[in-house]
């Protein structure tokens, strides 16, 4: 699910679609970081998006995903 942070509102809306997705038992994966990056450093995390997870009491497991050239 993609937000349009450009959109007012977009966020909220989908907020509501992760809430829904995580009370059906749906496994969501997050990238609060909002883009992608050169890894070379983090970007301002939007943590409005975990807000789903705190009203449905969901498990969250913080993880990081870097790519190396070989």
């Known amino acids: ?9 977009d966020s909220a809306r989908k907020n509501t679609r992760l809430t829904e997705a995580l009370l059906d038992g749906v496994i969501v994966v997050l990238f609060p970081e909002g883009r992608a ?10 943590s409005t998006m975990l807000q789903p997870a705190i009203d449905t009491s ?13």
């Open 58 to 70: 969901a498990v969250v497991t913080p993880c990081a995903i870097t790519y190396q050239l070989i």
């Open 37 to 46: 990056t050169d890894s070379r450093q983090i970007s301002r995390f939007h």
């Open 1 to 9: 699910m993609f937000v349009e942070r450009r959109t007012k509102g």
